[in-house]
């Protein structure tokens, strides 16, 4: 379920670090998994998706790790970027339904000078 | 392609009147629609799901007589939040979910920003 309430937890990195973003996720059935980022104001912004019959996947200068076995999902971004500054949402959620994807609480990251 | 928009972006009333949300697929079929609700610093809570042409499937707790849904053709559903309060401020989020996609995922719209006094 959705996390309602709690204060997002924050990640600081310098620029040029690479950001590693954690996500644990409920429902041990769930077998599509995406990340998006939210600039404050904006709507949620694709980044990447993996389903569950992969445990890696790459885009460009991101990665997504699946971790099935404890239901934990990561993302990381490589040579991390000022304007990748936002709040990194991970959501889990059926392939092939409209089902609704389920979101987690998200982490704040803030990407020093 | 995918780009879903709504209008207004944002929208400031008078508390006891009623603000209509668009949300529309530009360029794609979308048969469901998602409405989420997303207060300062948390998460995106769902409120409803919009399938074209029936009636909206609410979550617990989102009273469906004061959050209106209609979704009258696959390019178009709208949110009408009657009788608006001051708690009723918040920023609304749809998503459409393509039709021809055979995996779950949806294109986000860029948000309403809902004010009442």
């Known amino acids: 379920g959705e996390s309602v309430g709690l204060h997002l937890p924050t990640l600081s990195v310098q620029e040029g670090d690479n950001s590693i973003i954690n996500c644990a996720y409920s429902?041990?059935?769930?077998?599509?998994f995406i990340w998006y980022k939210q600039e404050s104001g904006k709507g949620p912004q694709f980044i990447i998706d993996i389903r569950s019959n992969m445990d890696k996947r790459q885009g460009q200068r991101v990665t997504v790790l699946l971790n099935k076995t404890v239901k934990h999902l990561s993302l990381q971004i490589a040579a991390t970027q000022p304007g990748d500054s936002a709040v990194y949402f991970c959501?889990?959620?059926?392939?092939?339904?409209?089902?609704?994807?389920?979101f987690g609480s998200g982490t704040q990251l803030t990407v020093l000078p | 392609g995918a780009v879903v928009s709504q209008h207004p972006s944002w929208v400031i009333c008078k508390s006891g009147t009623s603000v209509k949300i668009e949300c529309r697929s530009l360029d794609f079929q979308a048969t469901t629609m998602f409405w989420y609700r997303q207060f300062p610093k948390q998460s995106l809570m769902l409120m409803a799901t919009s399938n074209e042409g029936s009636k909206a499937t609410y979550e617990q707790g989102v009273e469906k007589d004061k959050f209106l849904i209609n979704h009258a053709s696959l390019t178009l559903s709208t949110l009408t939040v009657t009788s608006a309060h001051p708690e009723d401020s918040s920023f609304y989020i749809c998503?459409?979910?393509?039709?021809?996609?055979?995996?779950?995922?949806?294109?986000f719209g860029p948000g309403t920003r809902l004010t009442v006094l």
């Open positions: 429902n041990s059935a769930s077998d599509y």
């Open positions: 998503s459409a979910r393509m039709t021809s996609l055979s995996y779950n995922e949806q294109f």
């Open positions: 959501a889990e959620g059926f392939s092939g339904s409209a089902r609704q994807l389920t």
